[in-house]
């Protein structure tokens, strides 16, 4: 009730309806009521306790869902609770029937066609049987169902006009119970009801107004008893009986009945008089001849409602010989009133009284200036288009003298209502129009009338519509004028300026008016005639006079022209997707919507780091279309390498074994591979580029290195593709997940063993017979400077770390699990992950390339610390450093 949402209390309302305590249940059925209604979808839940409810021993809970049915249930729920309901029809409870007939009825105002749930069934019957109840409120029920269904279609109830009548007399003679009398009126309002379902039947059939004129007769002398209530129901008599076929003795009748009403000091009783003496006035003119004065005194009344109505009923009164006098209230009443709605309704009884009564054409000329000069804005422009074409045609004038009396005497009533200051828009066009057109037959000549149009703008108001108007009645008089009389200065001043405009269609009209003034006096007159706005315009749409014209171009080597369906059928436009033939232009908008969104796939590295197997299993890898494995050295064989294109910097993720990710921008260099399946890194500077790099990777594993300054952390480093080898620098694709390695020109540098450590980070380095020994060198990029911006994880590299170094991976272990298990800063390995490693071929390279004393095996708490190398003092003064530390 106080517009709060309660959309939560909905299907507790509806819970409630089954409860078995019966002020429980009606306070649920009302609550149900007042929340939803028939279009709810919740209803469908309320079904069964109402089917239930409607088969209870307790009649008031039968009524409660009866209630409910009429308030809730839509058109397709009708068939669920139809049966039961015809059959309270004969429940021995009254209260039960007369719901039951109001269900009924509101099934009808559902399906009134009967197409739906009432297809199979007879409701009429059902609701004729009620109406003869004997119960007055069963009986009262079934009436408002009859009147409806008659208002509709009275065809169906026709033959009830002898019940309905004997209803009546049995109401007004009081034979109906006590509880219904209102004021000693017998059931007041049951009598309104059968007096309205009478005048449906009975109207304009003969043979069932005779069966009722005698009771609506009786009635109306049994209701003038001076209340009020008696008034009403003598006000529905008269109305009954000015519906029905008339009957001369019931019209006096109610004339002589409504004369009171008329003489009344009761605003009220003069209204509703008024009405009444409208309607027999319809029927017969001459019973308004007796209340002629009581009319006038209506007309004069201070209040605006019973004026109105008043000359509501002088529109039907008016007749030649009164149309002047009815027409002169009119105009009264439209300056006086201030109302729009009551103005349009005055200056549309006007308008018609003036066209039907007028008794010549200076009077209807007069009347409708006066008309739009009160009614202003709320006359229409039908109106205006109505008077132009009346003065255009004429009133059946078949004379071509009288034709032009008629002409002249609207340009004279024109120019002289021209002269009035603050003239309504619709008032200025219909002059400017009678100006333009006939404005040659003003007795003070063309040139005058021209001046008087262009000194509008001057002395009125107006807006471009009015303005476009005015130029176009400009244009058509110049036309008139002859070869040697110039236009006026003043209409010569306001086309020019008129042409200047920002108003297309007024730039426009002052253009060609211009144009065709400036041109042959023959082409002004034949362009704009005199006095043509009635003649029929005969159109070619074949353009037939162009025949010629499209034959000399033809003949000169002209194009022909192909209609839409040539030139589709020869594919010269795009057929729509409808078929229809429509071109479809390459510019014009896109109103289709867009694609949905599709959902972005998990990142592909992360895919593959966590299922390793799977990914070695299917030999796919990770950005790259080929099928080659994605572990091992293998994978650098290729049948056709070519170079990769440059791709901008893109965000990676870089994966560790305490589960970091930090993006990395370092852009990704093309690389490059033999045919003979060894991967060769070309560089501008040849072996001495690759023996410094191997330099810097073995001073950066082992720690010496020169640089004794304090490390930085690997965030505040820059990135490692600004310090090392130039752009077109390729890293080669270890694990699998770049672009498979394009074609290159295959590289003169014979093939050398591969260094693991080298595979580890995509460099290819001389065996350790070749190779010089690592000397300190400035500039030495450290573990953190590669791995701090380059990704270590899947995204960079498709080799296992264990696989780079000779080592046999756990089959059921991925690279992050072994790589988890490094103890950071102890310079060990975890007894689980040094258990499955082996690191025979570790201790091989090892002695291979440093000349250290391998290692026994493998220690239960991890591996033995590696040998010392190069100054023995510095090593042994330094901190023992972690080799992996750097790299995480």
């Known amino acids: 009730m106080l517009g709060h949402d309660a959309s939560w209390g909905h299907v507790k309302a509806l819970q409630a309806c089954s409860e078995a305590a019966l002020p429980t249940k009606k306070v649920a059925y009302l609550a149900s009521t007042l929340f939803l209604d028939s279009s709810s979808d919740l209803v469908i839940l309320a079904v069964n306790t109402i089917q239930r409810d409607l088969k209870s021993d307790n009649f008031m809970v039968v009524c409660a869902a009866l209630t409910a049915v009429c308030k809730l249930l839509s058109l397709d729920l009708i068939s669920a609770v139809l049966d039961p309901i015809i059959e309270l029809l004969k429940h021995p409870k009254e209260l039960v029937r ?30 004729k049987d009620c109406l003869c109840d004997k119960d007055v409120s069963v009986m009262a029920a079934s009436l408002c169902a009859v009147q409806e269904v008659s ?24 034979r109906m119970p006590k509880g219904y009398d209102y004021h000693k009126t017998a059931a007041p309002f049951i009598q309104i009801k059968l007096l309205r379902l009478l005048a449906v039947l009975g109207a304009g059939d003969k043979s069932a107004s005779n069966n009722m004129y005698a009771m609506i007769g009786e009635t109306l002398k049994r209701a003038n008893t001076g209340h009020t209530i008696g008034n009403a129901i003598i006000f529905e008599c008269v109305r009954t009986i000015t519906s029905i076929y008339p009957n001369p003795a019931l019209l006096h009748a109610a004339a002589e009945t409504i004369g009171k009403f008329l003489k009344s000091s009761s605003h009220n009783l003069k209204y509703i ?36 109505k008043t000359l509501h009923l002088l529109h039907k009164m008016t007749k030649p010989n009164n149309v002047e006098v009815i027409v002169g209230k009119m105009m009264d009443y439209l300056r006086a009133t201030s109302d729009d709605v009551q103005k349009l309704d005055a200056v549309k009884r006007i308008h018609e009284l003036a066209e039907r009564f007028a008794p010549d054409m200076q009077w209807f000329l007069d009347t409708l200036n006066q008309m739009f000069e009160l009614g202003g804005a709320v006359v229409p422009d039908s109106m205006a288009h109505g008077v ?26 024109y120019l002289r209502v021209l002269a009035k200051p603050s003239l309504p828009d619709i008032l200025l066009k219909v002059i400017c129009w009678v100006l333009g057109e006939y404005g040659s037959e003003a007795r003070e000549g063309t040139a005058a009338v021209m001046e008087r149009l262009a000194a509008i703008p001057d002395s009125q108001s107006i807006g471009d519509d009015v303005r476009a108007c005015l130029i176009s009645a400009l244009g058509k008089l110049g036309a008139q004028l002859g070869q040697a009389t110039p236009l006026p200065d003043a209409a010569s001043e306001l086309l020019h300026c008129s042409a200047t405009s920002h108003d297309i269609d007024l730039q426009q009209r002052a253009l060609e ?4 003034l400036s041109g042959p006096l023959q082409t002004r007159q034949v362009a704009l005639p005199v006095d043509a706005a009635v003649e029929e315009v005969e159109v070619d749409v074949q353009l037939s006079f162009l025949d010629g014209h499209v034959a000399a171009a033809l003949q000169e080597g002209a194009a022909p022209y192909l209609s839409e369906a040539e030139r589709a059928s020869m594919g010269l436009v795009r ?13 014009q908008l896109r109103f289709a919507a867009y694609d949905a969104p599709t959902a972005a796939a998990p990142p592909a590295a992360l895919l593959a780091s966590s299922s390793p197997n799977i990914a070695a299993a299917s030999g796919i890898g990770i950005g790259s279309t080929s099928m080659a494995p994605g572990w091992g050295p293998a994978q650098f064989a290729s049948s056709a390498p070519a170079p990769a294109p440059v791709h901008a910097p893109a965000p990676t993720l870089l994966t560790g074994p305490a589960g970091l990710l930090a993006p990395s921008t370092q852009a990704e260099a093309p690389s490059t591979a033999s045919a003979s399946g060894t991967p060769v890194h070309p560089s501008p500077r040849g072996d001495t580029a690759q023996d410094s790099t191997k330099r810097r990777l073995a001073a950066s594993l082992f720690g010496d290195g020169p640089s004794s300054s304090p490390r930085t952390q690997p965030a505040a480093r820059k990135p490692a593709a600004k310090q090392a080898a130039p752009s077109n620098r390729a890293a080669p694709d270890l694990m699998g997940l770049m672009d498979p390695a394009p074609a290159a020109v295959e590289s003169n540098v014979p093939a050398r063993p591969s260094d693991p450590f080298a595979m580890l980070e995509g460099l290819q380095v001389p065996s350790a017979s070749t190779a010089p020994a690592p000397q300190p060198s400035q500039g030495l990029l450290g573990l953190e400077g590669i791995y701090g911006s380059t990704p270590a994880g899947p995204a960079a590299s498709s080799v296992p770390p264990t696989a780079a170094l000779g080592m046999q991976a756990p089959p059921s272990s991925s690279v992050l699990d072994l790589m988890g298990d490094l103890s950071i800063g102890n310079g060990s390995l975890q007894p689980q992950a040094a258990s499955a490693l082996n690191l025979q071929p570790l201790q091989q390279q090892q002695q291979q390339l440093f000349g250290g004393v391998p290692a026994s095996g493998p220690r239960s708490a991890g591996m033995q610390p590696m040998m010392a190398r190069g100054r023995a003092d510095v090593e042994k003064a330094a901190p023992k450093k972690d080799p992996f530390a750097d790299l995480f």
């Not at 001459?286 to 019973?306: R, S």
């Open 388 to 413: 132009m074409r009346l003065i255009a045609e004429g009133a059946g004038q078949d004379d071509a003298e009288a034709m032009r009396q008629l002409h002249v005497q609207a340009v004279t009533a």
């Open 273 to 308: 008089g008024i009405d009444a003496l409208a309607r027999i006035v319809r029927i017969n003119a001459k019973y308004a001849a007796e209340y002629q004065m009581a009319v006038i005194d209506c007309l004069e009344d201070p209040d605006e409602t019973l004026k109105n």
């Open 575 to 587: 057929q729509s997707a409808a078929g229809s033939g429509a071109e479809d232009h390459l510019h």
């Open 513 to 516: 008016a211009l144009a065709l």
């Open 98 to 127: 007369k719901k039951a007939v109001m269900a009924l009825h509101r099934f009808e105002q559902l399906d009134p066609q009967h197409e739906g749930p009432l297809h199979n069934t007879d409701i009429y019957s059902h609701i």
């Open 151 to 174: 208002a509709r279609d009275p065809r169906h109830f026709k033959h009830l006009v002898p019940a309905l009548t004997s209803i009546l007399k049995q109401v007004a003679e009081h």
